[in-house]
């Protein structure tokens, strides 16, 4: 039964979900990096928000886990390519919190407008300061969203129904969607320029990083109100301050902190600033809509092989996933088939979807393929890792698709060319669900996919059958099945060979000294 640990607070629905679906789940929430080290080894799912760090050093202990599943949108907070490179899962709930993240976002907004927390603090004192407050209005003002994704997107939808003029920058963002939404796409110099309200919503990334930093803040409109509901280190803090001090910057709103916890701040005090710790996802809607989806990506994966939302794998829906159970053997055999045929240093290969096969999410199947063919030449590859890794090797990977079919209803077909040479494997389902491999460099043969197979090129003359059984017979090695097969009548031929255990290189030297063998490889599966 998998195993799942939950390491941060997550709503009591995703225990319920992992049990039900019959997962074995432990909720130890605040461990310290080297608690969560010394236990993550027990686990094949880790479920976090953004307060457990994944990272490379946890990764390393992680022997069993198979998916991380992040309740909620960012995550910065997991070592994805580690992950990756490990073969495990990284899944998030893309669209779980926006509403709620956003409603933050305007709220803050409102809360700037309006000095709230300080007028609150204040006759919660006693003290009635009714001239001390003095807001602005929402209406007919500028405000810039820099990143108009799924939360910039609400945002902006938000503020135009409280009839503020919303500019977007986002290279992302497509001018239909900018239609659609009511607002202007601008290019960042612009937005900085008009806006009376800033308001951030990208990832952290390279590019993102520092964006708003002093040079910019120069370039904003004196007394702009800056909001940043997505993530510290998209606004330099120092910067900020300086400009807060300067009086440039009339008011900020900080959900994010470029350090978490934040428990001491430059910022803090600063009545200009309204703070809140990392609360923008913090609403029982949302917490309930990640939670559930998580438990319920995370189970469907451990238990069926479904894959949704995953950063770093294609996605298999739950529907698919039986459909491509039969396709992913194939694929995987005939990819492993491929790699161990295939004796000199890959530059490209093409797997070929013909048929019925053309017609099924092929990207997953393509990397099942890229797994069998690379398991063979190195250790520790898996579905995850081997796009990954042929990317890093320049290995070209290509996919073709013919939804006609040929000889067969449904063929896959692994074309593998090498520094010298190209090679080839099809094979097809028999009865819908059981692989048979059809064809091998070129030449028609079916055989099942067996654990010990002996693959032999060979010249097609009389008398090499008889002399291989009786070599293999003489070693104590039981033929299982004998398949056979040629271009033409005394052309080159394969012969396939499934027997009953392995057979070590010395057996192999002598059926290489055969008079007609060409090549003869040892195949395991
Ligand atoms: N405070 C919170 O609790 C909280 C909650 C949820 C999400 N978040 C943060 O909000 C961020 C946005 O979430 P989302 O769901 O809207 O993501 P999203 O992917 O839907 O949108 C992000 C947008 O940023 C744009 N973008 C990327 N690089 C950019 C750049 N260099 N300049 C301008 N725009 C750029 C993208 O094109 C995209 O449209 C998340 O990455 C997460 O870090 C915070
Ligand atoms: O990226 C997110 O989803 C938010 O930052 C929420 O983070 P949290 O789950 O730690 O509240």
Redo the contacts with the bound molecule.
Sequence with gaps: MPKVLISDSLSPRAVEIFRERGLEVDVKTGLKPDELKAIIGEYDGLAIRSATKVTKDILSAATNLKVVGRA???V?NVDVPAATARGVVVMNT??G??IT?AE?AIAMMFALAREIPAANASTHAGKWEKNRFMGVELYGKVLGV????????IVADRAVGLKMKVVA?????SPERAQELGVEKVE?EDLLRRADFITL?????E??KN?LDAKALAKTKPGVRIIN???GGLIVEEALKAALDAGHVAGAAL??FAVEPAKEHPLFGNEKVICTP?????TTEAQENVALQVAEQMSDYLMTGAVVNALNMPSVSAEDAPKLRPYMKLAEQLGSFAGQITETGIKAVTIEYEGQAAELNTRPLTAIVLKGLLSPLMESVNMVNAPVICKERDIKVSETKRELAGDYQTLVRVIVQTEQRTRSVAGTLFGGDKPRLVEIEEVPIEAEVTPNMLFIRNEDKPGFIGKLGTTLGDAGVNIATFHLGRTAPGANAIALVSVDQAMGEGLLGTIRGLPSVVRAKELSF
């Design positions: 909620g949108i960012g910065d893309p669209f919190n926006s993240t933050h820099i990143g108009c994704g799924n939360i910039g997107g920058f986002d290279p992302f963002l960042l919503h990208t990832p952290l990334t590019q993102t964006i509901c997505a993530r959900d994010v990392h609360l923008g996802a913090s």
